[in-house]
């Protein structure tokens, strides 16, 4: 049965090799007073290139042979990260890159355990400049 007649936009399967995949995912902060935007934005775009260095050509060259094969002019392979707030005024963080497979799971767990530790340690800072002010 053909996509158009189940949905109004076709499906395209980036994922046709076995070997990289797109994954996305995202991080939730509850509050924006716990963020500051700017810096924690540019933070994860650094956490998320510095994981994406360790592979991007040979992201690039999949991509570019994804692009041939079902020649269609699909975005750049270029990791992704965008800040935007949910319907209960938390602060998100999606963020999308091409990455192996078999270690998708583990970039993800490394990028969000840093940016939570550093949301942590400046709320536990804070505390502590609270506690001490008379």
């Not at 995202?26 to 540019?42: F, G, N, V």
């Not at 998320?48 to 050509?57: G, H, K, L, P, S």
Request: with cysteine.
């Amino acid at each position: 049965m053909p996509n158009g007649m189940i949905l109004p936009h076709n499906i395209v399967n980036l994922n046709i090799r076995k070997h990289y995949v797109f994954h996305t995912f995202a991080i939730t902060i509850d509050a924006l007073d716990k963020l500051r935007p700017k810096e924690d934005l540019a933070f994860l775009c650094d956490e998320i290139e510095a994981e994406w260095t360790a592979y991007d050509e040979e992201a690039t060259k999949y991509w570019t042979g994804v692009r041939r094969h079902m020649a269609l002019d699909i975005r750049k392979p270029d990791p992704q990260v965008r800040m935007h707030t949910t319907d209960l005024a938390h602060v998100m963080f999606d963020i999308r890159l091409l990455c192996p497979r078999e270690q998708a799971l583990s970039i993800e767990q490394r990028v969000t355990t840093r940016f939570l530790t550093r949301v942590q340690k400046r709320m536990d800072a804070a505390a502590v400049t609270k506690s001490d002010a008379p």
